[in-house]
């Protein structure tokens, strides 16, 4: 008995260790460094830039208000957005025009919201510097909001220099952003948006592209660098 428990575990490595000989026989010969979905978004000619290039940028510059976009900015948002769409009108985007989306999204659904690496590092940036830091939103105002306290966490604002999110609201061929961006004195704006770009232009300010998301719900995708703004590099994450 003792023989044949030896024989039939003898018959088990055998087959065990061929198994792994087998893994490791068709694993393809690495033949190049390979490529991310991150670095195929730099190939294309426009001005990008890094976070530590801004910072440089800023250098020997005394503290400034600067403003931020939230939706594909700094939070990836689109499970809210998603969840809205399906909910409220899952054959059109009129759910964007629902008051009951809305307190959703501003109560309750940023909890799903994944913040952005980019954002963090931005935002932590221009804290550093001694920067007075606004979120200027598109989304619909609400009477009561969450969007605040979940950026604060997020981003690791301290309590003392966070800024309530100012909600700008979202009306056809009107940028409401545009006034708050004038009445803060902001000096820079990041956004994903060629509307964001376009307000920041209209104001003087120095606006600079974050690459959304290619699994945005927000579609379709605008063509970063169109405007010969700035592009942060890997900013899509």
């Known amino acids: 008995m003792r023989k044949f428990t030896l024989i039939f575990s003898m018959i088990v490595l055998v087959f065990g260790l061929n198994g792994v000989a087998q893994a490791k026989m068709f694993m393809p010969e690495q033949v190049d460094s390979g490529v991310t979905s991150a670095d195929l978004a730099q190939r294309h000619a426009v001005h990008w830039v890094s976070v530590e290039q801004i910072k440089r940028s800023l250098k020997n510059q005394s503290a400034m208000a600067v403003g931020f976009d939230i939706d594909d900015t700094v939070l990836f948002s689109s499970p809210g957005f998603y969840r809205g769409k399906l909910e ?16 959703k999204m501003n109560n309750e659904w940023d909890k799903f919201s994944m913040p952005k690496q980019i954002g963090i590092e931005l935002v932590q940036m221009h804290l550093k510097r001694g920067d007075n830091i606004y979120f200027i939103t598109g989304r619909t105002k609400t ?38 961006m ?45 405007f010969g703004e700035e592009v942060v590099i890997k900013s899509e994450y």
Do not use: C
């Not at 409220?88 to 307190?103: A, G, Q, R, V």
């Not at 000096?187 to 699994?215: F, P, T, V, W």
């Open 143 to 180: 009477k009561t909001e969450t969007v605040t306290k979940y950026l604060q966490e997020d981003l690791h604002i301290p309590a003392n220099k966070m800024n309530a999110v100012i909600f700008a609201g979202d009306e056809p061929d009107k940028n409401n952003k545009i006034s708050w």
């Open 88 to 103: 409220y009108s899952p054959n059109d985007n009129s759910y964007l025009k629902n008051p009951k989306f809305w307190e």
């Open 182 to 226: 004038r009445d803060h004195k902001l000096k820079i704006y990041y956004g994903d948006a060629d509307a964001d770009i376009a307000a920041a232009r209209e104001l003087n300010i120095r606006g600079i592209r974050i690459l959304r998301a290619s699994n945005s719900s927000y579609q379709p995708l605008p063509k970063a660098g169109r």
